[in-house]
């Protein structure tokens, strides 16, 4: 593995073919950029060299011999936008700047590694997908689940294929790793990098992952919609609920980016009902209207808890419905009025088409995963970190999710922006 | 009243202030546009007068005096793209084109109208209201259902109200037309002119109402989302509930503007769930995936005949929702796939601000609406009828609703687009 | 030919073979829409039969088999929104509904009827055109300006074309008609129908035409931008250049529905420099900043007679360059600021898809055209009147052009919106 | 001043209020981010502390008292998506967080600290700009170049402000310099900090600038624009000129973000025009269309050598322009045909409400600003750096240009994206 303790990535061998492109821009073999930044990371590593991730990029000697290699692309999970810019950019840089001939787009996720399922790849060409970035989705298709490792693995020897990039999240990405194992147990000369697809911004060692500013930005109209409904009727509330089922980054960024959010709520800031309900009572009385977001993971320990829902019906398992259905409850008890509008908009957020800045990401992280693996990387994914492209173990990015710090400086300028309540439990 | 027969609309008297703005357009006491524009209708009338809608439009000679007019402006009932657009051009033309100084914007709906809620008017000028048209909802606010004729009349007169503009449904219309019934019981000079506000643009004699071109467009984003979705994954289904309680105008006009939706169903065409799910079937083996449109009010007998839904639940009472269960139900029995993504955009279409459209249009219709009102007519609401501006009695416009004709030429259209089945009953 | 007088569409027989589909929507064959549809135009003619225009749509019984038809599309002249979506739809109604399977995309204009140009054409298919309404342009290319009739007969002879639609303007139109009369006179068996083509919304006999109502939601960013630029410095004033070479519905349409425009200058209404430059004076003395829209043929007379510009430099041959230096030349000479900004969006405005209403619009009528083609009409063009779908003959369409009516009711409302002065000459 | 070195920012004394928030966020008065976050930096400082930039932030103690500070913004320079933005921020923060109550919006940029002009200011109050945000421009208006350094700061004191958030670009900063030395100088205490704003993104010690990112969205339509034109005939040109005077980071992502131009020229990578028209050429040869994106800084030796233009003509002094002539000259002489379309879409992109994560941004910016001014800062402009919020001394900011790294990571992705070769000269 390259670089130092547990950020060291993993390598095939050393590299044996020459890069088809001369006299342009290569990084090196021992450039890496810091895990941490700050003067303090700095201070506490006197003597000592301190953590750092490989820095990614093209590398003048490659591992495998462009026009002989078979490479095979899988998008999995949830849609995200960006999945097609990502297959393009793999694609066009695979067949332009190293000239590989042979890209499969394996169909449905981890099914299309398993013959029994009989989806039958494409063929992927510059001219298959040129366009495909203009829509949104997946021109794959995707599925949900893990496959049986073996049988993914005999797919790709009995394929021919030298290296498979996996599009996926933090259980494709653990998948990718199996994967890579089995490779390595076998003694089989076949690279597995990833790239992350996250929506939600929750995987470690990336500041940012593709899809999450676009679904920031989709989220604005939902978020306007919601406050023209509050404001269209007395004592209107809107009410959003937004993705990010452990960390709140999309709720919570969606509601900086529109100033017209009046309290979001987290998975990792808890609540409780009381203080929620009094709050918006008081936020009713002054203004007559207001702006709440939820992200899907917050206070779910309250949705368990109820067993029912606050009419008594069942559990809905939802917060976006429970908080409606509370909110409906105690008003209506308290003699009130309070008219909720409910918007879920995640369907069409997720299949939205990237926005420009997540094109350009998208693109720099696939060219960048193709660097990594024609130069012989394995079981790692491509990131990006302290503004560099960076090659990072698949250990690292999924030991744990990537959270919104209750204490820290963006959740500040959340509180800053909505003047909600720093403390509701 | 002016026009012929059931057309002649109310009028409190003759002009006898002359208009303020000299030698421009305007329109003689006695244009109008024919009710039927076919050649069949013109056969049909020999030697008799056919009848006609009054042209709309300004008057040399005014009813009300305008620097001693107050006026009133009152939205209701739900959102829709375009009311702030015709608060602020009613405002606007009042103010600028014939010098009315004293314009009221009432809170609530009608219930700005009852002294009894205590909510106070918003006193509308050129600068408050110049920047409105750029957000979604209402800047009045707005409420359902009606209020006690005798207040409301009540109401205008000791706020010294000559004119009421009333900007809602056909239930609202209908409203007015009792407010100016009770006025003319008094003996009172005042006039109620109604702009009508359907999204499902199912209000008689108009062409189109405002705010329905806006939900055709932004249905597009929801449609293309569901397309997305149903590819993303084998046997996707996109469902799409869309507007439209007993008219389908909407989802048939979305579907037509989106050319990716297989099947959209409406109020007017009955359909069993049999033959529904059997196309389905036999569109996912060929195609593996579908799009399909439901208008909220579509298939209504199926949900209430049910009594449960397919799956043994209680009664939904929401088309989509109902359709969803059906769907999940019947291919979990046949042992095959289905995977539905449902998705309701209605709250993020009706709260968008107006397309440019229909920005003209409401600036029009509001135009009209101010002409018709200070020319002294009542109990009426401005239409667009065959490509003109219509003075249209509010009996006329809500006798009935305006409905898809499953005959007709802009149905079979549908069909032709979608590759639908005619029939599915 | 059918119709009645000069309304009368030739015809290239009777029908011989039955529509193949059975059972839906067919218009009759002597239905028609009424030329004039006010009560006025009634009162004239008693006692004789109105002016008609044939109404559009499906007759039971078809001039061409559709197996053995041939069909060729050609789109002419400059971009203009929903080209594609009319040659997507022409052939998806081919294809679907009639059955033709033998559809060829000319290229580049005119251009492609000549074989010397060496243009092969595109084969269409409804795999091919599926998803190409999702751009802008068009797929097939385009260029201007005629080619000679008898070559391009002999080109439709050559390739076995018995129906041709072409997509173009009054100037694509009248090709079509001399292709149509040459057909006539060497008694050959095949069909010319038109689908006018003019963001510039002039042709006749038609209430809009595709494209235009894009173009008009397309002007608003461009005027909203100039509106800004114009506020964010003293004595601002935004400019910007719209389509109307000859009618200036683009650039008061766009006025009206931006609603931040001050002043609107249009083929129609002619105007001269001094009262322009003086109104300019007043108003940022008042306001500080100012917007004007010109149409790109409004006030040709100027440019033309100034032969040098205000600034004394050659003629510019373009009236937004030559109003911007004749402002900055008039607030130089008399010592006063006026910080111009001009906008020219032409280009994005005109490769714009189309919107929503333009899709839907664009799909209907491309199935009327191939409703007549099928039917046997020839030389003559699809339009929309009085809310229904005409055939018109050639000649009707491009007699002369729709113009804005500056004493009309239309105009009217831009002054009402914009407050502009009613003369500026 | 605070940090080490040249990073070192300038203080006004220390903090004696206790901040009004509590309980709350706050960064400690030696946190700071190094400059150089590679593992190479970290070597090469061995035993010597690295240069780092103080991290910025909330701090615990305060050197204004909130309630008796008086607080100015002036926006300077040309017109940046998310102006409003910060000023609505600043304002909110000031207010809501700090508890200042006496907030001036400076009229047209230095202008409007020159008494002489009489521009009279803005009362900013959390009212006043609620909305703000949701329109483009600057509210405060703004104008470019210098005032008497003397007389503004005579203006601060004269009325009552401690504190003025300048928001421009370098030359603006440089004057914000003047501005903080003149203050101390005299001995007053009066902070200056300021807000850059640059679209260009062309400032040093931030990762980016506001603005930048809504730029490189807003390039994306005229992209497709000149795409679709350029399709739309044969051997079409779409030429399209965007912002960057010195440094081509807008075009440059773009492009990248569009995936749809051919060629990419920036003032950082000199070329020649043969070269450059020879590529057309064979471009046009092989595919028949082209679009090439000019940064406004690009070649401008070229146009300066020329004198005249390609044609003869005067030097245009404009390279999209000198491009669009260069080209027809070529292929004239060359009896070939090259349609080119030339977009300058300057004013639309910077006029442009600011994007979600703009939004954002700026939000951010803002805050630290406040919290930094709040804290006794000046002379000192927020930034971006690794990740965190940082406050940069201006010498440091506007040292040089930030430029395109020709040998570096990112133009290696464009060459990879557009396919265009990497030498041209």
């Given at each position: ?7 060291r ?17 290569f ?21 000592v ?7 990614a ?53 981890y ?17 298959e ?18 496959q ?17 990039f ?22 089989l ?12 911004n929750d ?22 919609a ?42 990792e ?24 977001v939820v ?5 779910q ?5 109820s ?18 259905a509370?909110?409906r409850?105690?008003f209506?008890k308290?003699?009130k ?7 879920d ?10 926005s ?6 998208c ?63």
């Amino acid at each position: 593995m390259a670089g130092n303790g547990g950020y060291r990535v993993r390598r095939l061998g050393e590299g044996t073919f020459p890069s088809p492109v001369e006299g342009t821009y290569f990084v090196g073999e021992d450039t890496g950029v810091l895990v941490d930044a700050t003067i303090e990371g700095c201070r506490n590593c006197k003597g000592v060299q301190p953590p750092y991730l490989e820095e990614a990029g093209p590398r003048r000697r490659l591992h495998f011999d462009p026009p002989r290699t078979g490479v095979a692309i899988v998008t999995c999970g949830g849609l995200c936008p960006g999945l097609n810019d990502v297959v393009r950019a793999l694609t066009m840089v695979l067949w332009h700047r190293y000239g590989v001939r042979r890209v499969l787009g394996l169909r449905y996720g981890y099914e299309g590694l398993v013959s029994a399922f009989g989806h039958p790849p494409m063929i992927l060409t510059p001219d298959e997908v040129a366009d495909i970035h203009q829509q949104g989705g997946t021109i794959l298709g995707s599925s949900r689940g893990p496959q049986d490792v073996r049988i993914m693995t005999d797919y790709l020897v009995a394929n021919g294929i030298q290296v498979l990039f996996t599009i996926g999240g933090d259980g494709t990405q653990r998948g990718s790793l199996d994967i890579a194992q089995e490779i390595e147990r076998r003694g089989l000369d076949i690279a597995v990098v990833g790239i992350p697809k996250t929506i939600d911004n929750d995987i470690l060692m990336t500041d940012r992952t593709f899809g999450f500013e676009t679904a920031v930005a989709m989220s604005r109209g939902p978020i306007a919609a919601a406050h023209m409904e509050a404001k269209g009727v007395r004592n209107g509330v809107g009410l959003v609920r937004l993705m990010g089922r452990e960390s709140g980054f999309v709720a919570a960024y969606a509601s900086l980016a529109s100033s017209d959010v009046n309290l979001v709520l987290i998975p990792e800031v808890p609540f409780r009902l009381d203080p929620v309900l009094q709050w918006l009572e008081h936020r009713l009385e002054r203004k007559s209207h207001a702006v709440i977001v939820v992200a899907e993971g917050a206070g779910q320990e309250l949705v368990l808890e109820s067993g029912k829902d606050a009419s008594g019906n069942r559990n809905l398992g939802d917060i976006g419905l429970f908080m409606r259905a509370a909110i409906r409850s105690h008003f209506a008890k308290a003699e009130k009025t309070a008219n909720v509008r409910y918007i879920d908009p995640s369907y069409t957020i997720r299949s939205a088409t990237a926005s420009a800045d997540d094109s350009v990401f998208c693109f720099r992280l696939a060219e960048n995963a193709v660097h990594a693996a024609m130069a012989g990387r394995t079981g790692m994914v491509v990131g990006l970190w302290n503004g560099r492209f960076v090659n990072v173990p698949i250990e690292q990015a999924v030991a744990t999710r990537k959270k919104v710090d209750p204490g820290g400086s963006f959740w500040q300028s959340v509180l800053n922006n909505t003047g909600q309540p720093a403390v509701l439990a």
